[in-house]
């Protein structure tokens, strides 16, 4: 309790929306509290080429403190603020999914160049963190198997081309009948979570959930 407490003065706990000193225990502070409200986002989508359906689940809109909080987290280190972020989108998951019982949780994969360059795939961080919360296997049920171009660079047209056939299933007997829960940072047009939502219903999954921190909108794009 002693080392905690030095720690605490030390490297105080800071606001993970405006890196304010906070007391210990809080994870954001009054003013963030009040400004950045959870917007509860969901939304059904389906796979084209299938007709299947998947519902995805966000707590937050991507702009303002938000999208800045996502992009420190995501490029600049800030492993912790995952903690702060699974929590909420497991609470999103609880209040906006009817029937949250899964088999297994997962995430969006990201190439080993590109966890290489990062030291940490951030969504993996999320799904790890709900899985255990949560009480849930943490599986990983898919790979990326090339390295495409980030789909935060191409315009929403170029999305769905770019992740075609880029991701593939690590184990599908592990993935058959059972009913996963896909983990991501934020969802933009879709295009990368339908990709990983089309390979786990080809393996024999019976349903397939989506949950992200934060949906871009037309308006933060």
């Known amino acids: 309790m002693k080392i905690k407490r030095l720690l605490d003065y030390l490297f105080p706990p800071r606001c ?29 989508m389906i796979l084209p080429e299938t007709g299947k359906t998947f519902l995805c689940t966000a707590p937050y809109s991507y702009d303002g403190k938000v999208r800045k909080a996502i992009l420190n987290f995501k490029f600049r280190g800030k492993k912790k603020y995952g903690e702060f972020f699974s929590d909420r989108m497991l609470e999103n998951i609880r209040r906006n999914v009817p029937d949250p019982s899964f088999s297994a949780v997962t995430c969006v994969p990201i190439s080993r160049e590109r966890q290489k360059k990062r030291g940490y795939n951030q969504s993996e961080l999320l799904a790890r963190r709900i899985a255990a919360r949560a009480g849930l296997p943490y599986r ?82």
């Open 140 to 221: 990983p049920l898919l790979e990326k198997r090339v390295d495409n171009p980030e789909q935060h660079r191409l315009r929403r047209g170029e999305r769905a081309q770019n992740v075609r056939g880029v991701y593939n299933a690590r184990d599908p007997g592990a993935i058959r009948g059972g009913t996963v829960l896909l983990v991501d940072d934020i969802v933009t047009t879709g295009a990368t979570l339908s990709e990983c939502a089309g390979v786990l219903y080809r393996c024999g999954a019976k349903k397939v959930v989506c949950a992200v921190v934060a949906k871009v909108t037309t308006q933060s794009y």
């Open 16 to 44: 993970v929306f405006c890196s304010r000193v906070i007391s210990p225990g809080k994870t954001v502070c009054g003013a963030c509290e009040k400004e950045v409200v959870p917007v509860h986002w969901k939304q059904r």
